[in-house]
């Protein structure tokens, strides 16, 4: 028998546990925590809650659920397709013997997935002889199967079994003939069985379950919650962080023009020119590449090299543009190496970290 079963099969699984969910909160005693001895005030508690908060709480279960809802059934249906998968394209093992008349001829009438260790499920097949009808049982990786044990509680010797039937009632005895310990498990034929029909069900299912339309609704109303909060925790890290937002504050976030802008004059200055940009690389950051001139004659090239990083370093610390840790490369007087421009908040945020850390050990050394 598959696994994988359609997705009404699902649907109406999944609906069944949200209706005992939402019965189950419905029947918990949240009032116990709301009793006073003051009796005008009890009434005042039990009022409130019964108006406001378990409707509260019922409407939010339900929301919750249909929120879940295709998410779990995706995710049991892809469980089960695996399931079906493993059981399909298991190996039937060979060479397998009737424990009876010794007979070769044994047929695999079923496969099944099984516990096998640490609640991992393999495939076990079922063999029956053709000759005898005695069956045996296989693991895929060729392991007889075996029954698991039943110790006994107390001693821990082997609990033997019996059974008897008293109506629709069967009753299976365990005893242990060492210590008489006893337990007795009952099984009644006539109680309802989990593929009975719910007579309930449907309206039960438009009780508790939301319909495709107050799905939606629900839907944008959580949204709306979920931006609410994220401003409000937004606004809170702000507030707790008040130092690190006055940085980011301070950051320049400059164009590649403005860059060029800032950057030509101060390296003029100091004996660099011709700076050139390459076409950028737009990535989740921008990346430029560029190359310059050393005009000082006899500059050596460690010196030059050390010169334009202190200097670059030092113009840009105030900006959302660094130079890439690939380093400068120089060759003959001419220089070029890498910049990165940042813009979105976390990496600003980044920035603005480096640059507190920086001021701290400033003050710290004075």
């Not at 009032?31 to 908060?53: I, W």
């Not at 060479?95 to 991992?120: A, E, F, P, W």
């Not at 403005?258 to 200055?269: A, D, G, I, S």
Request: hydrophobic share 30%; aromatic share 8%.
């Amino acid at each position: 028998m598959k696994n994988l079963k359609d997705y009404n099969y699902y649907s109406e699984l999944y609906d069944k546990i949200t209706i005992d969910r939402c019965k189950s909160l419905e029947k918990s005693d949240g009032l116990k925590s709301l009793e006073d001895k003051d009796e005008n005030v009890a009434k005042f508690k039990k009022e409130f809650f019964e108006a406001c908060v378990a409707p509260t709480s019922l409407y939010f279960m339900k929301g919750e659920r249909h929120y879940d809802k295709d998410k779990t059934i995706q995710e049991w249906m892809e469980r089960d397709r695996e399931l079906d998968k493993k059981l399909e394209n298991a190996h039937e093992p060979k060479g397998v013997r009737c424990i009876g008349c010794s007979s070769l001829k044994m047929k695999c009438i079923s496969r099944d997935l099984m516990g096998y260790t640490n609640g991992k499920d393999e495939v076990v097949f079922m063999f029956q002889c053709e000759k005898c009808s005695k069956r045996r049982a296989y693991w895929e990786n060729g392991k007889e199967w075996e029954p698991r044990s039943n110790p006994c509680p107390k001693c821990k010797s082997y609990l033997q079994s019996e059974h008897k039937r008293k109506g629709n009632i069967i009753e299976t005895i365990y005893f242990c003939s060492d210590c008489n310990y006893k337990e007795v498990e009952s099984l009644d034929l006539d109680r309802k069985s989990e593929d009975d029909v719910d007579e309930d069900f449907e309206a039960n299912r438009k009780k508790y379950c939301l319909s495709t339309e107050d799905g939606i609704s629900y839907l944008a109303e959580r949204g709306h919650l979920e931006s609410m909060k994220q401003l409000v925790d937004e606004m809170k890290e702000k507030e707790e962080n008040t130092e690190l937002y006055d940085e980011i504050s301070k950051i320049k976030k400059l164009t590649i023009i403005e860059l060029q802008n800032l950057l030509n004059p101060v390296l003029e200055k100091n004996g660099f020119s011709n700076l050139e940009f390459e076409k950028p690389e737009i990535l989740k950051d921008v990346v430029l590449g560029f190359g310059l001139q050393d005009n000082k004659i006899g500059r050596e090239k460690m010196v030059s090299v050390q010169d334009f990083q202190t200097l670059v370093k030092k113009t840009l610390a105030s900006t959302n543009w660094r130079i890439m840790s690939d380093g400068i490369s120089y060759k003959l007087g001419f220089l070029s190496g890498r910049l990165k421009g940042v813009e979105n908040e976390e990496d600003l945020k980044r920035l603005a970290e480096g640059n507190l850390k920086k001021k701290s050990k400033i003050q710290n050394k004075r």
